[in-house]
């Protein structure tokens, strides 16, 4: 969303706990997820470095302090979920991650990060310190996050899977890594080059992840996790979040979604 980088206060919301050690620090616009594993943070995202301070102020107002970050993990090589990350970086010494094979778009062509279609020049690269490949596990304290190839919208999108206790009960949390179809179109696939197997790609990422049963379904942007509205609807004894049917209705959703814009409905 190009105003989200142009008028990032409009975009502001209040952080809270989702379940457990889970914590939604991003924007109206771009999902930030903060895992607290006692040893230190795991941030999932950095959302736009134009709302980066937002990001910041969101993990202070919780009672951390944005220091302790000690892992940056990215869902994909986009502008909206890592064009924070340098800032972070430089603060904080947060060693990053980022699927593999989406490390060509800092290094070679940061015309696929997006940058051009929200209408900025992408500049702020960063080193990555560990390349994610499947079944990749990053571990902190009491937290161990499970790391699951699912290109398509990228190459190197990753989905990732940890636990989460709320209750004296274990929960599974997930976010799908890459569920845009905006790089699947004709037009974009014609448009920087890129080979229309993603297209089969990202339906046997949809076949993969539909396998795995997930209880608390976050996503990398809030609307696709209905984010702000669960929110609202929190009480002191329902937690919509927890909801293991949001994951297989999410993934259904968007195989017919993408069955429709390949031609295969």
């Not at 979920?81 to 699927?99: D, M």
């Not at 942007?221 to 209905?226: A, F, I, M, R, Y």
């Not at 937690?239 to 994951?247: E, S, V």
Request: glycine share 10%; net charge negative; proline share 6%.
């Amino acid at each position: 969303m190009e105003k989200a980088t142009t008028h990032p206060w409009e975009y502001a919301v209040k952080p809270f706990r989702i379940a457990g050690n889970l914590y939604y620090v991003g924007n109206r616009d771009v999902s930030s997820h903060l895992i607290d594993s006692g040893a230190g943070l795991i941030l999932l995202d950095t959302t736009y470095p134009q709302t980066v301070y937002l990001l910041l102020e969101s993990i202070r107002r919780l009672g951390f302090n944005p220091d302790d970050i000690a892992y940056i993990l990215h869902h994909h090589g986009h502008y909206d979920h890592f064009g924070g990350t340098r800032a972070i970086v430089e603060l904080t010494g947060a060693k990053t991650c980022l699927g593999a094979a989406d490390i060509e778009v800092l290094e070679t062509r940061p015309e696929l990060s997006w940058g051009p279609e929200y209408g900025v020049a992408f500049c702020e690269t960063f080193a990555v310190d560990i390349p994610l490949n499947d079944g990749d596990v990053i571990s902190l304290g009491n937290t161990s996050v499970t790391c699951v190839a699912t290109p398509g919208h990228t190459p190197g999108a990753m989905s990732f899977f940890f636990d989460v206790e709320e209750g004296g009960r274990t929960y599974t949390a997930a976010s799908h890594g890459g569920p845009g179809l905006n790089t699947l179109t004709d037009e974009y696939l014609a448009k920087y080059g890129l080979p229309a197997s993603r297209r089969q790609d990202y339906l046997a990422s949809l076949q993969r992840l539909g396998k795995r049963h997930v209880d608390i379904f976050i996503g990398c942007h809030p609307g696709q996790s209905d984010t702000l509205e669960k929110r609202a609807a929190m009480t002191p004894i329902h937690n919509p979040f927890i909801d293991p049917q949001a994951w297989p209705r999410f993934l259904s959703g968007l195989e017919r979604k993408a069955r429709d814009l390949f031609g295969l409905a």
